[in-house]
């Protein structure tokens, strides 16, 4: 597993990050990781398949909340704040849900309870199988469809060719797998038992994560604190200066409100 430590001052309450989907924890963070480490320790992690993450066949959002923790282990990280972005929510809510001991906040960005309506889900997720199929028999197809995806209104330069090879190691076939494993996620059923201090930061232009879907995954977790960006999906590079400090602030919150 790809890991960056990044030291804060003495004492500090660790930050364990968690990007979003197709993204590194390079790509997802970087621009507010000197932000962030003013006040905390920060943990910065690639999941399964993408960047430098482990290497595997079976894609599933709980072995990636599992792989945090087990990380925080290897690390002597008692208890530490997880902080998810997109794809990162649902692992984040895992963390708590699957090792309510070791989590003591939440920092939830750009993300939802849920991503697509119940009746709508099976149609999506059907289709992904044979996709994960075809990305093993032709990988750099795929991979090049993923990269291209992500360079998308990065003029050329020194910039989209550093993104191009940050990527480069991301597996497309569990990309498709983690894919289909968000479009399946919901916390509809028990967001509302998470009982440590949270923070939501919702990206008020997204498209990908309806900003409603956001602001109800905040009602739906008791005493949840909303801190908002104006920005669309991707605000934490293409906003990255109106992002940084306001997730900033609401890791500060969480941690403020920690007993």
């Keep these: 597993m790809s890991v960056r430590e990044v030291p804060g001052p003495a004492g500090a309450r660790t930050l364990v990050l968690l990007h979003g989907l197709a993204a590194t924890g390079r790509l997802n963070w970087s621009a507010s990781l000197r932000a962030l480490a003013t006040h905390f320790n920060v943990v910065v992690v690639d999941h399964r398949g993408h960047g430098r993450g482990i290497r595997t066949t079976h894609f599933r959002l709980a072995d990636c909340a599992d792989d945090a923790?087990?990380?925080?282990?290897?690390?002597?990280?008692e208890r530490l704040i997880a902080v998810g972005y997109s794809?990162?929510?649902?692992?984040?809510?895992l963390c708590w849900s699957r090792h309510p001991d070791r989590v003591e906040g939440l920092v939830l960005c750009a993300t939802a309870r849920h991503f697509l309506p119940l009746?709508?889900?099976?149609?999506?997720?059907a289709v992904f199988p044979?996709?994960?199929?075809t990305?093993?028999?032709v990988p750099e197809l795929f991979r090049h469809r993923i990269i291209d995806g992500m360079l998308e209104?990065?003029?050329?330069?020194?910039?989209r060719d550093r993104i191009r090879r940050e990527l480069a190691s991301t597996d497309p076939a569990t990309v498709l797998q983690a894919t289909r494993a968000v479009i399946r996620f919901s916390s509809h059923d028990w967001a509302s038992t998470i009982n440590v201090p949270t923070a939501v930061v919702i990206t008020t232009r997204d498209l990908l994560v309806p900003t409603r879907r956001q602001y109800e995954l905040a009602a739906a977790i008791p005493g949840a604190m909303v801190f908002t960006v104006d920005g669309d999906h991707f605000a934490c590079v293409r906003a990255a200066s109106r992002f940084a400090p306001t997730l900033l602030r609401a890791c500060r919150h969480v941690g403020d409100q920690i007993a």
């Design 119 to 125: 009746e709508a889900r099976g149609v999506a997720s």
């Design 69 to 77: 923790i087990a990380l925080a282990d290897q690390l002597g990280i």
């Design 87 to 93: 794809m990162g929510g649902p692992i984040a809510q």
């Design 135 to 137: 990305a093993r028999l």
């Design 153 to 159: 209104g990065v003029p050329p330069g020194e910039r």
């Design 130 to 133: 044979g996709m994960v199929f």
